[in-house]
Every structure is written in C-alpha cells, then in structure tokens.
C-alpha cells in the first residue's frame, strides 16, 4: 500500500530544511516491519510544495509501525513543524492490475 502526504513550506523556510528531518524520520521508520521504502518529490514550478510517498507491504503494517510511538520520530516530526504544513493525501492500496499501453517507460 501507499501512504501519500503533501507538505507545504512555510514562508521563510526552503523544502531542504523539511528534507532533513524527512530522512532522518524516513530512517527510523523504514526500520519498521513491512516498510518497503520512501520517496520526496517536489512539485514542479512550486519548490515550496512536496510529496511525499511511503510503501508498505499492508496498511496493517502502517499501522503497527504508528502505534509503537517511536520518541525519536516523533521528537524529529516536533521540531519539523514550524517550518511545514502537512496534509494527508489518504493510502492507497496497490491495483489488483495494471494496464499500459505498448512502450510505456513506467517507473
């Protein structure tokens, strides 16, 4: 599954303040049982805007990993907050099929 967030970059504040603390989080919490990694993107013509894209094997996993309330992360999350807005996009799960058309360069 997917768990897909947005961040916006508060006046004053650059998206590589917020990639710091990002990877430092991401590190502890892809420790986490089922984590099959993590991706920040930023939008394009708005540096102040990012995506942020967490896979998992099951939302269930997810969820075991937010319920162990890591002190670090949540320390790190804290310390992030003034420099950001986040806004959960929602998790998605994978499809059950994929359709592309011929030639496609996916990934």
């Known amino acids: 599954m997917k768990y897909i967030f947005e961040v916006h970059i508060r006046d004053g504040y650059r998206a590589e303040d917020y990639a710091e603390a990002w ?3 991401s590190e502890r919490i892809q420790q986490a049982p089922g984590a099959q990694g993590t991706e920040l993107h930023r939008k394009i ?9 967490a896979h998992w094997d099951s939302k269930a996993s997810r969820d075991a990993m937010e319920a162990q309330h890591d002190p670090e992360v949540k320390e790190i999350i ?4 003034p420099f950001c807005e986040i806004r959960l996009i ?7 099929w994929v359709v592309m058309p011929p030639g496609n360069k996916a990934g």
């Open 78 to 81: 804290r310390r992030a907050a």
């Open 23 to 25: 990877v430092r989080a």
């Open 90 to 96: 929602g998790e998605f799960e994978e499809p059950e």
């Open 45 to 53: 013509g708005d540096p102040t805007t990012l995506v942020a894209i």
